[in-house]
C-alpha cells in the first residue's frame, strides 16, 4: 500500500504580483548577475547544492539574511562591509525583483539573492559551502491567527538547524515586533543547548507568560539593524521591538 504523502508545513505561502516597470527592468539586466540560479522543485525545495565561491567569485566571510524582503537591511549593511558576501534568502519573487533594483541603485556587489526555502535549503548549501558567519531573521512572518501558527519560522527544530550551519563564535540575530511571537523565539533558542545567550534574564516583559520558566532574555538594538520599513509598521501600530542575538557555542 503507497503512504499518503504529507506536505510539509512553511512558513510561507508561495505569491506572485505584477512587478513594478523599473523592479522589471533591473531583474532583466542584472538578474542573471545578482540571483543565484536555484534549481528547486515546486515547492521551492533546493534540489542542487550552488557553488558560493564561484557565485561570489571569492572566498570572503558570509552573512546569510533569511526573509529578506526588498533587501533594505542587507544591501545597507554589505555597502557599509564590502569585504563580506553577503546571501538572501527570499521567496516573493516581487521583492526579489526589488532587491535586485535595490542592489543596482545602491552600486554593491557583494549581494546575491535566492528563491528558495531556506528550511530545506540551509543544511544542503552549508557543508560543502564555508559556514556563514552570522545568520539574521529579521521580522518574520507572524502568522498572528491561532490556526496559523503552526507555521511560524522559529521554532525549536529551525533553531537546531541553525546551530548545525554556524561555526563556534557564530552569531544569529533575530528581530520581531509581535511579543508573543518574541517569547516564543527565546523559548524555542533556549531549547538548543549549542546557543549562548548572552542577554539571558535581560529587559523582561510584564506580560511574559514566561511558559518555558524563562523570562527576558532580549538583546539591546543591534547597532547595524536599520530601520526597515517592517519595523516602522510595527512602532507605527505602538507594537514594542525585541531583539535576540545568540552566539554557537
Same mark, same amino acid.
Given at each position: 500500500?503507497?503512504?499518503?504523502?504529507?506536505?510539509? /508545513?512553511?512558513?510561507? %505561502?508561495? +505569491? =506572485?504580483?505584477? *512587478?513594478? !516597470?523599473?523592479?522589471?527592468?533591473?531583474?532583466?539586466?542584472?538578474? &542573471?548577475?545578482?540571483? /543565484?540560479?536555484?534549481? %528547486?522543485? +515546486? =515547492?521551492?525545495? *533546493?534540489? !542542487?547544492?550552488?557553488?558560493?565561491?564561484?557565485?561570489?567569485?571569492? &572566498?570572503?566571510?558570509? /552573512?546569510?539574511?533569511?526573509?529578506?524582503?526588498?533587501?533594505?537591511?542587507?544591501?545597507?549593511?554589505?555597502?557599509?562591509?564590502?569585504?563580506?558576501?553577503?546571501?538572501?534568502?527570499?521567496?516573493?519573487?516581487?521583492?526579489?525583483?526589488?532587491?535586485?533594483?535595490?542592489?543596482?541603485?545602491?552600486?554593491?556587489?557583494?549581494?546575491?539573492?535566492?528563491?528558495?526555502?531556506?528550511?530545506?535549503?540551509?543544511?544542503?548549501?552549508?557543508?560543502?559551502?564555508?559556514?556563514?558567519?552570522?545568520?539574521?531573521?529579521?521580522?518574520?512572518?507572524?502568522?498572528?491567527?491561532?490556526?496559523?501558527?503552526?507555521?511560524?519560522?522559529?521554532?525549536?527544530?529551525?533553531?537546531?538547524?541553525?546551530?548545525?550551519?554556524?561555526?563556534?563564535?557564530?552569531?544569529?540575530?533575530?528581530?520581531?515586533?509581535?511579543?508573543?511571537?518574541?517569547?516564543?523565539?527565546?523559548?524555542?533558542?533556549?531549547?538548543?543547548?549549542?546557543?549562548?545567550?548572552?542577554?539571558?534574564?535581560?529587559?523582561?516583559?510584564?506580560?511574559?507568560?514566561?511558559?518555558?520558566?524563562?523570562?527576558?532574555?532580549?538583546?539591546?538594538?543591534?547597532?547595524?539593524?536599520?530601520?526597515?520599513?517592517?519595523?516602522?509598521?510595527?512602532?507605527?501600530?505602538?507594537?514594542?521591538?525585541?531583539?535576540?542575538?545568540?552566539?554557537?557555542?
Amino acid at each position: 500500500m503507497t503512504e499518503p504523502h504529507h506536505r510539509r /508545513i512553511t512558513s510561507f %505561502v508561495r +505569491r =506572485s504580483g505584477r *512587478l513594478p !516597470e523599473r523592479n522589471q527592468r533591473a531583474l532583466d539586466q542584472y538578474g &542573471d548577475r545578482y540571483v /543565484i540560479d536555484a534549481k %528547486v522543485d +515546486r =515547492s521551492l525545495v *533546493l534540489t !542542487e547544492v550552488p557553488d558560493l565561491t564561484e557565485i561570489f567569485e571569492r &572566498d570572503a566571510p558570509l /552573512i546569510v539574511e533569511i526573509g529578506a524582503g526588498a533587501a533594505d537591511q542587507i544591501v545597507a549593511h554589505a555597502k557599509a562591509h564590502p569585504e563580506i558576501n553577503h546571501l538572501a534568502f527570499e521567496v516573493w519573487w516581487p521583492g526579489v525583483a526589488a532587491s535586485v533594483a535595490r542592489i543596482v541603485r545602491e552600486g554593491v556587489d557583494n549581494v546575491r539573492m535566492i528563491c528558495a526555502d531556506a528550511v530545506p535549503a540551509l543544511p544542503l548549501m552549508f557543508g560543502p559551502n564555508r559556514l556563514p558567519d552570522e545568520v539574521w531573521t529579521f521580522f518574520p512572518d507572524p502568522w498572528q491567527k491561532a490556526r496559523h501558527r503552526k507555521r511560524r519560522l522559529v521554532t525549536p527544530d529551525f533553531a537546531r538547524l541553525v546551530a548545525g550551519i554556524l561555526p563556534e563564535g557564530g552569531v544569529w540575530r533575530l528581530a520581531t515586533d509581535w511579543d508573543d511571537y518574541a517569547w516564543q523565539m527565546r523559548d524555542a533558542i533556549a531549547a538548543v543547548p549549542e546557543f549562548i545567550n548572552p542577554h539571558a534574564g535581560q529587559r523582561p516583559d510584564e506580560d511574559d507568560p514566561a511558559e518555558a520558566g524563562i523570562t527576558g532574555g532580549f538583546a539591546p538594538r543591534w547597532e547595524g539593524r536599520i530601520t526597515t520599513r517592517f519595523e516602522t509598521r510595527g512602532l507605527n501600530e505602538e507594537r514594542g521591538i525585541h531583539d535576540l542575538e545568540v552566539f554557537r557555542a
